[in-house]
């Protein structure tokens, strides 16, 4: 068994290969964002392929290949590849998470890419039907899974309820909230855990924190026996340098000032500083719990926040999300004994940039609170180092490398612990200053307020960057009051008092979200390290081509430009915003 938390229509090679260069894609030829029908038409259609006169329909080979001389053939264990599609015929599989970005691009690629056999789904619902319900409006019925519904036709209902089964359940509850059915149903019949259910808000109070993202992954692991888990590879704190695929060893801090070099080369801790502990840590949230459970709620809440990043600053994270996913990983790594466990550590995951179609995107992600508010004008400013990398990845290349990772490690079946980066920066690295760029030229071109916009020509201007806060808060104050019509200094006259003070309002308003933004997001504009992905990049080695084809991973095919001003963007402004994306006249490189 394999464990993992994180989180059948097989063509003949030639015609999967034309049929992959027709599909649209940020790939090769310019992407059209909103006709990805033709996917899914082309994984019916029968293509003629003309090579030195001879078609091509359903054989793979060359009709002279048993002619040529048997040295020239290719090798049988490069043409099998990883056997992903092997590995995952028949085979069931529990996922945590499903519901989430991540976890639904999984269920997509699964359904759509493999014979697999059931997919049950831990869902947080009060009971069966509500959980039948979830399951129904947030994935059944979900676009991402357009093109698996095209496939199907009219048998897609009786396709998804076959492979999907709900579980009622929560991970931060006992045996995962499961019933004893439920229970020994997912023991018995289970091949592959995916564990993509998390908390993920950067600040959230401790407790919250420890339960769901250190205490759950433990629950799971003593439910099911087996594991396979995704951590945001900011789990390496406030290190620099080259970040290693090794895993996090129990006890070991990130702080900058430690002697220990364990990114490096050695496994031992050399430090002065206290280690990370993390019963006392537990320990530490449930007594502060009990102690301000006098307070009201928003106190409670706001002391429980502060005393996480408190502890995260301590121990060198950047926020007590990385830290308390660290945490996770530590105890992992600690229990699993002989269980063969699959670590995915994916940067900053943003919009699917080729399967199931381009751009799809749910919920306000990591930078796009960014991109959105710099769109609007209402950002003149961030901290960042221009020449430093902004490492996103696209969601469907964390899913697709999941699930080649799987079937790697799930068909050897060792009781070994293997970590891959899913990152962008060592291979394909974005400046800060490319990204920027690219933002200005899409909205200069296609603004998200056009009205405003015309109105106002300077709302769009291109963002200065800053190592500081003291003078990218300054800068912003007098900006924003300059777009505004006001001067950083304001005098009230009587004739004009409301109408001043109504845009005063609204610039403090203003000056204080893009402050809070920029506070949030420092950490990662100054960030100085890159994630080695030399685990990630065997993989794609031992990829056969077909494999590479239908599960893309390699970043070196993403072309950036492209990617947020005809897919990103627009998918933003498509699935989030609900604005139009007509207008657009600047060109993808």
């Known amino acids: 068994m394999l464990v993992i938390t994180q989180s059948s229509f097989v063509c003949p090679r030639i015609k999967l290969c034309v049929e992959k260069s027709k599909a649209i894609s940020l790939f090769g030829t310019n992407s059209n964002y909103n006709n990805h029908e033709n996917k899914c038409i082309n ?72 014979d697999v056999g059931k997919i049950y789904v831990l869902i947080k619902a009060k009971d069966k039907d509500s959980a ?73 109070r401790y407790d919250l924190l420890l339960e769901a993202n250190m205490n759950a992954p433990q629950r799971l692991m003593s439910v099911v026996n087996l594991i396979k888990f995704d951590f945001v590879a900011y789990v390496n704190g406030r290190r620099e340098g080259t970040i290693l695929e090794k895993p996090l060893i129990m006890g070991h801090n990130r702080r900058k000032d430690n002697d220990d070099d364990d990114d490096n080369n050695n496994d031992e801790i050399v430090s002065s500083f206290a280690r990370l502990d993390v019963t006392d840590e537990l320990n530490m949230a449930l007594k502060a719990s009990t102690a301000f459970s006098n307070s009201d709620d928003y106190d409670l809440t706001k002391n429980l926040k502060r005393l996480a990043q408190d502890r995260a600053t301590l121990y060198g994270w ?4 990385h830290m308390t996913k660290a945490m996770g990983e530590m105890v992992l790594n600690e229990i699993r004994g002989d269980v063969p466990l699959l670590i995915i550590r994916p940067t900053v995951i943003e919009s699917s940039c080729k399967d199931p179609f381009p751009g799809w995107i749910q919920g306000n992600r990591m ?114 009051c300059r777009r505004n019509g006001l001067g950083y200094k304001v005098t009230v006259g009587s004739d004009d008092e409301k109408i001043i003070r109504k845009l005063q309002s609204q610039c403090k308003a203003k000056v204080a979200y893009a402050e809070q933004l920029c506070k949030m997001y420092e950490f990662i504009g100054l960030f100085n390290a890159r994630f080695h992905t030399g685990n990630t990049q065997k993989l794609l080695e031992e990829m056969s081509k077909e494999e590479q084809l239908d599960f893309e991973v390699d970043v070196m095919n993403i072309q950036w430009r492209k990617y947020f001003q005809e897919i990103h963007i627009p998918g933003l402004r498509k699935h989030l915003l609900n604005t139009p994306t007509t207008g657009r006249t600047s060109s993808a490189v």
């Open 367 to 480: 930078f796009d609170p960014v991109i959105i508010s710099y769109g609007k004008g209402q950002l003149p400013a961030f901290i960042c180092d221009p020449n430093k990398h902004v490492d996103i990845i696209p969601v469907d290349m964390v899913a697709n490398t999941t699930i080649a990772a799987v079937a790697k490690h799930g068909a050897i079946n060792e009781p070994q612990l293997n970590v891959y980066h899913v990152a962008s920066s060592a291979l394909n690295p974005l400046k800060y200053s490319d990204f920027f760029e690219f933002l200005y030229d899409y909205f200069n071109s296609t603004p998200l307020n056009p009205s405003e916009n015309n109105n106002n020509n300077n709302n769009i201007s291109k963002i200065k960057c800053f190592d500081n806060f003291y003078d990218f808060s300054k800068y912003t104050r007098q900006e924003i």
């Open 318 to 321: 950047y926020n007590p999300y």
């Open 132 to 204: 039948f319900d979830r399951l129904t409006k947030e994935i059944i019925n979900s676009e991402l899974l357009s093109c698996l519904k095209e496939k199907h036709g009219k048998y897609y209902e009786t396709f998804v309820k076959e492979k999907l089964i709900p579980i009622v359940g929560n991970i931060c509850e006992p045996n995962l909230g499961m019933d004893s059915h439920s229970a020994y149903a997912i023991k018995k019949d289970v091949h592959v855990i995916i564990q993509s259910a998390a908390s993920t808000t950067l600040n959230d």
């Open 43 to 114: 994984l019916k259609r029968n293509i003629n392929v003309l090579h030195n006169g001879y078609s091509y329909f359903t054989s793979p080979y060359h009709p002279l290949q048993s002619e040529l001389p048997k040295q020239l053939e290719e090798d049988d264990d490069n043409i099998a590849g990883i056997g992903i599609l092997k590995f995952f015929h028949g085979k069931n599989i529990f996922i945590t998470g499903a519901t989430g970005l991540l976890g639904k691009v999984l269920v997509e690629k699964i359904l759509r890419s493999t």
